[in-house]
């Protein structure tokens, strides 16, 4: 049984405080900036951003990880005619990007780590300690560990991060909206879910499956 499951927990509550916040900030800048530049559809415009808004939320709130990769798939999507708004060629060639990047990420690394955690640990339900404690062992624990990094690409972990530089193409309160509101913080928040509820933090030190990251982020940094 996987049921679309929500839960309000302290983490959850922080990013939706945070996401919600900014947004209005962001909201009434793009009123201004939006009727400024005269930019055409802006109807679609503002769906988008609405449901972009709604799916962080719903990201924030998941209480499984079923929930959260349904919502995670969906601020994808309904970023993505945002990143092509101005429908030049350089914006549709960079939504393209954006869209190509964070899904071909999340389908074959995330679903795949998913899928894994489900067989493993038989729920996908959220607990604080984690849910692979005693399920899991050895290289497999990293191997998992690394395709839930890799799988978020909204974290925009190298090498998976030339999305960033393509979507600038889109209006600045879009770029807001990615980097500030909603996409970047929703990978960041999603690395840290998994961390705490899927694999809880003791697993990770004892297992050492974590270890690569930090290595990662140094050369990287």
């Keep these: 049984d996987l049921p679309i499951r929500f839960e309000v927990e302290p983490l959850g509550l922080v990013f939706a405080l945070v996401a919600s916040g900014l947004w209005i900030v962001t909201s009434v800048y793009s009123i201004g900036y939006m009727r400024g530049n005269d930019e055409a559809n802006q109807t679609r415009f503002y769906v988008c951003f609405a449901i972009a808004l709604a799916s962080a939320i719903g990201i924030a709130f998941a209480g499984n990880m079923l929930t959260l990769f349904l919502f995670y798939e969906i601020l994808t999507i309904s ?36 899928i894994w955690t489900w067989f493993a640990a038989g729920t996908l339900n959220f607990r604080l300690g984690g849910i692979l404690a005693g399920q899991i062992e050895g290289p497999a624990v990293a191997i998992l560990f690394a395709l839930y990094m890799f799988g978020i690409g909204k974290a925009a972990l190298m090498p998976f991060h030339g999305w960033l530089p393509a979507a600038m193409v889109a209006p600045t309160p879009v770029s ?19 961390a705490v509820y899927i694999f809880g933090v003791d697993f990770l030190a004892i297992s050492g499956a974590a270890d690569w990251l930090l290595w990662v982020a140094a050369f990287t940094l």
Excluded: D, M, N, Q
């Design 79 to 114: 970023t993505y005619p945002l990143v092509a708004h101005k429908e030049t060629p350089e914006a549709k060639a960079g939504a393209r990007i954006y869209l190509g990047i964070l899904l071909t990420t999340s389908i074959l690394f995330l679903l795949t780590a998913v």
């Design 176 to 194: 807001a909206l990615l980097h500030a509101v909603a996409v970047v913080k929703a990978g960041v928040f999603t690395v840290l879910k998994v």
